[in-house]
């Protein structure tokens, strides 16, 4: 039948070794963002935006990525608006990117792929009792999606990249003090929105997705910076930290909603 044959066509993903879609998965993510297919809707608000520096953790490498988490039992680092129905708690940010230049980013739009995609990953702090509640959820997180492109030397970039010699491998994990994420946010306030899952296990189906439309720019060199961390711990076989993006996924019954024009 499709079903097996459509589960069957989803390979082990090297990087995972597990099944790349949950079987039966009706909103999964990453998704290619068609520009003319995207529906304006003139209700959804400004995205509203404020992150307390002080909030910030550490930065740590979880042999996927590299993490930098917040501390989230209080409202401090958040935001509402957009097609949010209640206030988000940011829980923690993290990067995919490509061995080259030329691919990286998870989603893509109208089939263009950017060499790096930051994710802002936030919960539902006003349903949920925790972060491990609400990722179980359909309304449980919100994630906003940066896109990176080569262009100039990103300044407020440079200080995570000056701390990636640190968590070079598996597990490492180094504190992280006063930074504000939302200098890595693009100025102009466009987005796509559309209902989505985790992009690694669990993969579960229950991020809103908030897909910025002006990527920012960074330089070669900051980018190389990704490409030294390693998906290995010390003593291990070297496995250079590149490629740590899923594949893009069905978009079956859904239907991207833009906020502008
Ligand atoms: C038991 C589950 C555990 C707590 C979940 C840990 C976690 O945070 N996972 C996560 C977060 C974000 C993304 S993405 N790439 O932004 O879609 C992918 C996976
Ligand atoms: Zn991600």
Redesign the pocket.
């Not at 935006?49 to 042999?63: A, E, F, K, R, V």
């Given at each position: 039948g499709t079903c097996c044959s459509y589960r069957l066509r989803d390979a082990l993903h090297p990087l995972w070794q597990s099944p790349l879609s949950v079987p039966g998965g009706t909103r999964q993510?990453p998704i290619d963002i068609q520009w003319r297919d995207s529906i304006f809707d003139p209700y959804l608000r400004p995205l509203k935006i404020s992150y307390d520096p002080d909030t910030c953790l550490h930065i740590w490498n979880n042999g996927y990525s590299f993490l930098v988490e917040f501390e989230d039992s209080a409202d401090k680092s958040i935001i509402m608006g957009g097609p949010l129905e209640n206030q988000y708690r940011l829980?923690?940010f993290?990067f995919?990117w490509g061995a080259i230049n030329e691919w990286g980013s998870?989603h893509t739009i109208d089939s263009r792929v950017y060499p790096a995609e930051l994710?802002l990953?936030h919960w539902n702090a006003v349903k949920y009792e925790s972060?491990?509640d609400a990722?179980m959820e359909g309304n449980g997180l919100a994630?906003i999606g940066v896109f990176l492109k080569l262009g100039a030397y990103h300044d407020g970039l440079q200080k995570l990249v000056d701390a990636l010699p640190a968590v070079k491998h598996k597990d490492e994990i180094v504190e992280f003090d006063s930074f504000d994420p939302s200098c890595l946010l693009p100025s102009c306030p466009d987005y796509w929105t559309y209902a989505g899952?985790?992009?690694?296990p669990?993969l579960?189906e229950s991020?809103t997705w908030i897909i910025k439309k002006k990527a920012i720019e960074v330089d070669e060199d900051q980018l190389e910076a990704f490409r030294m961390l390693l998906f290995t711990s010390p003593g291990e076989e070297e496995k250079r930290m590149v490629d740590n993006f899923r594949p893009l996924q069905p978009l079956m019954n859904r239907t991207v909603r833009s906020s502008f024009q």
């Amino acid at each position: 039948g499709t079903c097996c044959s459509y589960r069957l066509r989803d390979a082990l993903h090297p990087l995972w070794q597990s099944p790349l879609s949950v079987p039966g998965g009706t909103r999964q993510s990453p998704i290619d963002i068609q520009w003319r297919d995207s529906i304006f809707d003139p209700y959804l608000r400004p995205l509203k935006i404020s992150y307390d520096p002080d909030t910030c953790l550490h930065i740590w490498n979880n042999g996927y990525s590299f993490l930098v988490e917040f501390e989230d039992s209080a409202d401090k680092s958040i935001i509402m608006g957009g097609p949010l129905e209640n206030q988000y708690r940011l829980k923690q940010f993290h990067f995919h990117w490509g061995a080259i230049n030329e691919w990286g980013s998870e989603h893509t739009i109208d089939s263009r792929v950017y060499p790096a995609e930051l994710h802002l990953v936030h919960w539902n702090a006003v349903k949920y009792e925790s972060f491990e509640d609400a990722v179980m959820e359909g309304n449980g997180l919100a994630v906003i999606g940066v896109f990176l492109k080569l262009g100039a030397y990103h300044d407020g970039l440079q200080k995570l990249v000056d701390a990636l010699p640190a968590v070079k491998h598996k597990d490492e994990i180094v504190e992280f003090d006063s930074f504000d994420p939302s200098c890595l946010l693009p100025s102009c306030p466009d987005y796509w929105t559309y209902a989505g899952s985790l992009t690694t296990p669990p993969l579960t189906e229950s991020v809103t997705w908030i897909i910025k439309k002006k990527a920012i720019e960074v330089d070669e060199d900051q980018l190389e910076a990704f490409r030294m961390l390693l998906f290995t711990s010390p003593g291990e076989e070297e496995k250079r930290m590149v490629d740590n993006f899923r594949p893009l996924q069905p978009l079956m019954n859904r239907t991207v909603r833009s906020s502008f024009q």
